[in-house]
């Protein structure tokens, strides 16, 4: 009998040395912890501007720390929010005056925003000049703001008695900044002001993004503009109306700088927030531990107001 050939071999896969696959898990770790090692500095520094400073105001706020009096400087568990919650009418006041001052404003911008972003929207000559002209005031800090309104204010000099008394709606000065009946709704329009084109460029730009085929097609049906403006407009502009209202609602809550400078607080404590009351307790007084358990019930207020108006309003959701 003749031998048969003997049946080829199948191919033995190449196994690759063991340096190269040394070197290709160190190669995938690197890659695995690169955008950590991007994300590294600004975690440092959101550490040691936010996180630290955060956690610094929960420690004081366990703490009798007074500067003037450190021999009475230790920890006091929750006896400054005792004091805060039981013995401080001063607190639930200027809370009172937050709530109140943050409704207004936030209300009377969103409205006036909104007629300002639909009127921008729409094509007109010299649109490009009047957006322009309208977003300036955001751009203005607080203490100018302050400057300008305060000399309008002036009952002597200022633009908005002299023009009142020769229309003939006043007959004599009146003390815009001092006067109980008028403080408060003169330090409101002085901020309106300033945060009104912050919805009309929120909303604007939300604006902008809706289809026009929607109107057409509202319009084919017959609606009306007003039906369009609520059946359209308002559902389309939703989470942008949730979200401006929710980010001024805080920022007004924390709103120091214009008040400060304009009031100080005053008359009384018409127009002393929450915020302003904390600013007096640390600062004034140099009442660090109380003026820590202020803050942080204020930070607790803002937590769960957010969290409900995001719920409630169902960002994100539709």
Known sequence: MRNQPAAASAPRPRVAPASDVVRRRAAARRRAWLPYLCLLPASLLIGAFVVY?????????????DVTRPYLNGFVGLDNFRQVMTADDVFRASLAVSVKWVGSEVVLQLVLGMALALVLNSAFRGRG???????SPWAVSGVVVTTMWKLMYNPFTGL??????RVGVIHSPIQWLADVNTVFASVVAAELWRGVPFFAIVLLAALQAIPP???????????SRWQ???RVTLPLL???????TLLRGVWEFNNVDL????TAGGPGDLTTTLPLYVVNQAIRYHNFGYGSALSVIGFLILLLFAILYLRLGRFGRD
């Open 53 to 65: 400073p955060v956690g610094t105001v929960f420690y004081y706020s366990l703490q009798q720390y």
């Open 129 to 135: 000049l009047a957006r322009s002209l309208l977003f």
């Open 160 to 165: 908005l008695d002299t023009v009142l008394m």
């Open 213 to 223: 085929d929607l109107y057409e097609a509202a319009a084919v049906d017959g609606a």
């Open 228 to 230: 369009a403006f609520t």
């Open 238 to 244: 939703k989470d942008a109306i949730v979200l401006a």
């Open 259 to 262: 008040i400060y400078t304009m």
